[in-house]
């Protein structure tokens, strides 16, 4: 059972990144799907999740407006659209499943809550 985290890089502020985060070994069908970041020196955040049974989103406020993420049922596959990029969303980004979890708001979304966590992907926005 494994979740790949893909799609991080190097871009300047204003850009535009797609991370993806594929399941092997298991279908999606966890109740959250979400995305974390760890900045240096930082606690890691929860960034914005899916929830599977409603496909409700949620974001944090940083985010808000500038990230969105979506599912590929096909591909069993969740990515998470980064727009207008800023130097604060430098990290390294990571995705997550929650098997069993009831989400109202983005702060239900939390590290001991989630199942299975995928390798991060480095985001940096740099000039």
């Known amino acids: 059972v494994q979740l790949q985290a893909s799609g991080g890089g190097l871009v300047q502020p204003g850009g535009s990144l797609r991370l993806s985060c594929a399941a092997s070994g298991f279908t999606l069908d966890a109740d959250v799907i979400g995305w974390f970041r760890q900045a240096p020196g930082k606690e890691r955040e929860g960034v914005s999740c899916?929830?599977?049974?409603?496909?409700?989103?949620y974001y944090a406020d940083s985010v808000k407006g500038r990230f969105t993420i979506s599912r590929d049922n096909a591909k069993d596959t969740v990515y998470l659209q980064l727009s207008s990029l800023k130097p604060e969303d430098t990290a390294v980004y990571f995705c997550?499943?929650?098997?069993?979890?009831?989400?109202?708001?983005?702060?239900?979304?939390?590290?001991?809550?989630?199942?299975?966590w995928g390798k991060g992907t480095q985001v940096t926005v740099s000039s």
């Open positions: 997550a499943a929650a098997l069993r979890l009831a989400i109202t708001t983005i702060g239900d979304l939390r590290s001991p809550h989630m199942d299975y």
């Open positions: 899916l929830s599977t049974s409603d496909g409700s989103t």
